[in-house]
């Protein structure tokens, strides 16, 4: 079976959060929650005037080696056939486990109900054979979405501010590893 994956390109990134949006608005993140399935953030390095900045989408990896899968006392966290990882929200029992392990802070807590929401890279979009509601938006395509086994060979497994990924062989891949100026 597929599984699937993320390649991002920094330098093609302009920070305009429609990826965010997309993922807020299909998933219906409850606004005021504190919730961001998906976010860009972005990061300085240098000293004026030799500065440089990082884009970075950041979301669920869904990683090979999945640390919340292994955490949760629950098995609420776990991975599908195809690798994508997904959250049972009717059996987690928000103890905080996998938010607490994920080295990329992609579950989070909603506080109100007491449960962990996280990127399930739309899998009921996947599962229509859709992409990704975060995929389809980018206007400079920094974010695209595809197989594994096309898209593990492309890039960089890792980038500035981005933890290391040889414990949990994130399913990520940077075009550019290079800051953006």
């Known amino acids: 079976m597929d599984t699937y994956g993320w390649l991002f390109d920094p330098k093609r990134c302009i920070e305009c959060s429609a990826c965010e949006a997309a993922c807020k608005q299909w998933n219906k993140v409850p ?8 976010r860009v953030r972005v990061f300085e390095d240098g000293v004026f005037p030799q ?3 990082l884009a970075l989408s950041m979301a669920c990896n869904h990683c090979d080696n999945a640390l919340c ?11 599908r056939p195809d690798g994508i990882v997904v959250v049972d929200t009717e059996a987690c029992v928000g103890c905080g486990q996998c938010f607490q ?17 996280k990127c399930t890279m739309c899998a009921d979009r996947i ?10 938006v980018c ?7 595809g197989k594994w086994d096309e898209i593990a060979g492309k890039g960089a497994d890792c980038v500035g501010h981005f933890n290391s990924p040889s414990l949990t062989q994130p399913h990520i ?3 550019s590893a290079e800051w953006g100026s």
């Open 139 to 145: 206007p400079t395509g920094a974010l695209q979405w």
């Open 101 to 117: 392990f994920c080295p990329y802070g992609a579950p989070q807590m909603n506080m109100a109900a007491r449960k962990t929401y």
């Open 31 to 38: 606004v005021g929650a504190g919730i961001r399935l998906r």
């Open 69 to 79: 899968t292994r955490v949760c006392p629950v098995k609420a966290m776990h991975k």
């Open 173 to 175: 891949r940077f075009q």
């Open 127 to 136: 599962d229509q054979n859709l992409m990704p509601a975060c995929a389809t």
């Open 51 to 53: 500065t440089k900045v």
